[in-house]
């Protein structure tokens, strides 16, 4: 009982990094017309905060173990309270982009730091497994109850709603923080690798700009190209700099470890197909089912549910099935809800069409966030939780960032002039097309779950 009280604080942790994803999801069209984003440019009020987060996710890791959890624990919360604030008060894209941005980097500071404390609070085995499923139902919920709680707040009090929310919660996680987390000791020496977060992220802005305006401006005109030009480059600077590096971010015994070697890999197909479905659902939901924002949010009561029963399953099949059965499945299961849910829109369809796809798409989704973070993190020792943490969510930011990017390329369609029934025809065929290609890449992890290491990974699932 003595970790109920900071497992709950972290829970919360991790569902308001998760919850930020999506709660602006069903306010998007609210935010187009009152703050000026044209339709293709608003997934940036979205990749804005994912790019960041992905990007500084190794540093924050890194400095979670250096300077001390809680301390991470807290700034992040700092940051977006601070963040929150600033977006709610917005009034242009540019302040809007740059509250979100600022939101992102206090997201790489906070989940290493929820992810790590659990992980170091229990014991490998059993124990760990229930509490990563703890944290696993908030952080995955939590992509789906912000669409819900996003289209509640935007239509009772309007879209700035959805960023003031935080301010409270932000305000009572640093206060239990204090009250319930144990305070951390003197910092462990070493230095921090400032230039390679920076060229890493900025190399990932780089790429995901080019290939999230290929579609629009065409793939070789100069703005994509030199997009690609800056990222190869920069990656390439973050690939040197971390060789020559005394105190990098990634150590190199992290990516000897089978178990967080084949996870990651897992973690960034996650992230580029099953994470991204949620924005096309709130799209459909709005400009082809013609819901209004209360009723996007509660559309999302269901695959909010069958998350959370897939993340409690998983945590039931994996002294069953082992670590590569049970992720091998999640991702066939979450594969065939994404299809089935593609198979099932329709212009003229109901939410009741689309329910069996929900219901398979979230089991999937939750069998799948649960195992694939329990896996990472076997098998690594406790002063670098918070670098493996910061490895694998890294991957699962870059993952939703670039997935998001490429899915709505190949969901752009041209509608100009179309009207109607026609216009919402073209709007499905565009939806439709995404999610295939989602589905498509989730099979693509089954390859990558097929790697883990069988009786390794089974005997520490049955321990």
Known sequence: MRFAFPLVLLGLGSMITALDFTVVYVALPHIARDVGFSPYALQWVVSAYAVPFGGFLLLGGRLSDLLGRRRMFVLGMLLYGVASMLGGLATGPGPLIAARALQGLGGAVLLPATLSLVVTMFDEGPARNRAMTVWAVCGASGLSLGALLGGVLTATFGWQAVFFVNVPMAAAGIVAAFAVLTPDGTRRPGGFDLPGAVTGTAG????????????????????????????????????????????????????????????????????????????????????????????????????????????????????????????????????????????????????????????????????????????????????????????????????????????????????????????????????????????????????????????????????
């Open 204 to 463: 990932v802005t780089g790429l995901v700009f080019a290939i999230a305006h290929g579609a629009q401006w065409g793939w070789t005109s100069p703005g994509v190209m030199a997009s690609l030009a800056a990222a190869v480059v920069l990656l390439a600077g973050f690939v040197a700099i971390e060789a020559r590096s005394r105190n990098p971010l990634l150590p190199p015994r992290l990516l000897a470890n089978p178990h967080t070697r084949t996870a990651t890999g897992v973690i960034l197909v996650y992230g580029m197909a099953l994470q991204c479905v949620p924005y096309f659902l709130t799209l459909h939901f709005q400009d082809v089912l013609g819901y209004d924002a209360m009723r996007s949010g509660l559309a999302f009561l269901g695959p909010t549910l069958s998350i959370t029963a897939g993340n409690i399953i998983g945590e039931r099949l994996i002294p069953r099935l082992g670590l590569r059965g049970t992720l091998t499945l999640s991702l066939l299961v979450g594969a065939a809800g994404t299809a089935l849910l593609a198979w099932s829109l329709s212009a003229d369809g109901s939410y009741l069409g689309l329910l069996a796809g929900l219901v398979v798409f979230g089991l999937g989704s939750g069998l799948s966030f649960t195992t694939m973070f329990i896996l990472a993190t076997t098998g690594v020792a406790p002063h670098d939780q918070g670098a493996v943490s910061g490895l694998s969510s890294t991957f699962l930011q870059t993952g939703g960032s670039t997935g998001l990017a490429v899915l709505v390329a190949v969901a752009w369609r041209d509608t100009t002039g179309l009207t109607g029934e026609a216009l919402r025809a073209a709007t499905v065929d565009g939806l439709r097309s995404a999610l295939f290609v989602a589905a498509a890449i989730a099979v693509v992890g089954v390859v990558a779950a097929g790697r883990v290491p069988r009786r390794t990974a089974d005997a520490v699932s049955r321990s």
